[in-house]
Nanobody, 115 residues
Framework: QVQLVESGGGLVQPGGSLRLSCAASGSDFSIYLMRWYRQVPGKQRELVAGITSGGTTNYADSAKGRFTISRDNAKNTVYLQMNSLKPEDTAVYYC?????????WGQGTQVTVSS
């Protein structure tokens, strides 16, 4: 079973930057589909960014131009670089690994952008 450990969240001012990391277990990381989601209390979970095993990326409209998802298969890690942060980006950010028909979730990391 895949285990995911997230890190990098914290408190930043508007316009600041953070880089989230998600380290995955297993030797098959290179074939995982990896995604970042975020969730605000009282709201639905939102897909922020995804990256395929081949490196193809996709982003929510709110993240385009500001966020970058990347992966380092040698380190079994996916990253989310977040720049020009806005108060609306405040949420718990979750890492997802999808292997075949199975999904694995990280514990989440809090990102707070003050106003």
């Amino acid at each position: 079973q895949v285990q995911l450990v997230e890190s990098g969240g914290g408190l930043v001012q508007p316009g600041g930057s953070l880089r989230l990391s998600c380290a995955a277990s297993g030797s098959d990381f290179s074939i995982y589909l990896m995604r970042w989601y975020r969730q605000v209390p009282g709201k639905q979970r939102e897909l922020v960014a995804g990256i395929t095993s081949g490196g193809t990326t996709n982003y929510a409209d709110s993240a385009k131009g500001r966020f970058t998802i990347s992966r380092d298969n040698a380190k079994n890690t996916v990253y989310l670089q977040m720049n020009s942060l806005k108060p609306e980006d405040t949420a718990v950010y979750y890492c997802l690994a999808r292997l075949y028909f199975r999904d694995y979730w990280g514990q989440g990391t809090q990102v707070t952008v003050s106003s």
